[in-house]
């Protein structure tokens, strides 16, 4: 017993010596001094000996008990200091290298300037609204005062989901709507996409966004929706930004008119960009003609009203010197990470 004892406790120090990590000294240490360890299970069968030897063999299990337990807890810290020295090596920090930067994600060009347009006309009063994209020729065309025969009604100009059904070509059809279901006095603006048949280029897009105002009360006239307008291209534009407008035809609107602002490059001087005009052509505008107030249940004798409506795509451009209109869809993470 005296030399399994010895024998047992030599192989169980080397074994030790010999861990390479905390798991195989673990096992060890049940190896040895577990439940059903070797040490353990010879300290048991003390009370099968002879009372004469028990104090004896008692004293050297302990002794050799007591080693295991010394060589298994230096091992351990000889293995933490190791573990440690190798994960500090692992992780640590070259405090000279540039940081890396958080991409944060930031809001589209689009949706900036829609934003601050709708703020503008929200200051003034206006109330935004929205409507569906798919629509009923009455509210897109119908309704507007937009006779069969015309232009924009063509096949060639305007998606249609069948005879009666088509993409909206502009936002008007939700003017259409408010008026049907409210009584003036009526104070709007109607952001949204609209769908055009336009080939991809620089300057046309089959889809794009439009903002378009309505104002329906009693003795309005063109003046008041001159100075909406000149309102909002000055806190738009600047202070300094100037307004041009010209005769031009609408069927939805009688007198109709092109708005123009001073160009933003030259500052109404001429250049390139306006050629030499001073000018750049910005949005269509015009006293809401009777028969559209007619069509929505408002007497044009008592009533009258003025519209407008702008590009909103046009106006990114212009606002950031936008080149190509294929730069706000192309989700180029190098172009939007400017704004």
């Known amino acids: 017993m005296k030399l ?102 930031k809001i589209h060009p689009l949706t900036m300037v829609t934003r601050e347009m709708e703020d503008i006309f929200l200051g003034m009063g206006f109330e935004i609204v929205d409507g569906p994209e798919v629509e009923s020729i009455w509210y897109v065309f119908d309704a507007l005062n937009t006779p069969k025969d015309h232009p924009s009604r063509d096949l060639q100009d305007t998606f249609y989901i069948d005879n009666d059904t088509v993409l909206r070509t502009h936002t008007s ?54 100075w909406v307008l000149d309102t909002f291209i000055k806190k738009f534009f600047g202070e300094e930004t100037k307004t041009r407008f010209r005769p031009h035809f609408f069927p939805f609107t009688e007198p109709s008119a092109e708005v123009d602002i001073t160009c933003f490059i030259c500052k109404g001087k001429g250049c390139r960009v306006c050629k030499n005009e001073g000018y750049i052509e910005l949005l269509g505008a015009g006293m809401v003609h009777p028969n559209v107030l007619k069509n929505c249940n408002i007497d044009p004798n008592e009533y ?24 706000l869809v192309d989700n180029d993470i190098r172009f939007l990470s400017q704004f």
């Open 4 to 105: 399994l004892l010895e024998n047992m406790q030599k192989s169980a120090l080397m074994e030790i010596k010999e861990a390479k990590d905390s798991s195989s000294l673990e096992s060890l240490r049940i190896k040895y001094l577990g439940k059903k360890g070797k040490i353990t299970d010879i300290l048991k069968q003390l009370n099968n000996l002879p009372l004469e030897e028990r104090p004896e063999l008692g004293k050297i299990v302990n002794l050799v008990r007591n080693s295991v337990q010394e060589e298994l807890l230096k091992k351990e810290n000889e293995l933490k200091f190791k573990e440690l020295e190798i994960k500090l090596n692992s992780e640590k920090i070259d405090i000279t290298i540039p940081g890396r930067r958080n991409n944060t994600a």
């Open 173 to 226: 059809s939700v003017q259409i709507r408010t008026m049907e279901k409210r009584k003036p006095p009526i104070k709007i603006i109607a952001t949204g996409r609209v769908y055009r048949r336009d080939d991809v280029d620089a300057t046309h897009s089959p889809m794009f966004h439009q903002l378009e105002g309505l104002v329906v009360e009693k003795d309005l006239s063109m003046s008041d929706l001159k």
């Open 304 to 327: 009258s009203g003025f519209a407008f409506g702008m590009g909103i795509d046009r106006i990114t451009m212009i606002k950031f010197g936008i080149d190509d209109l294929r730069l």
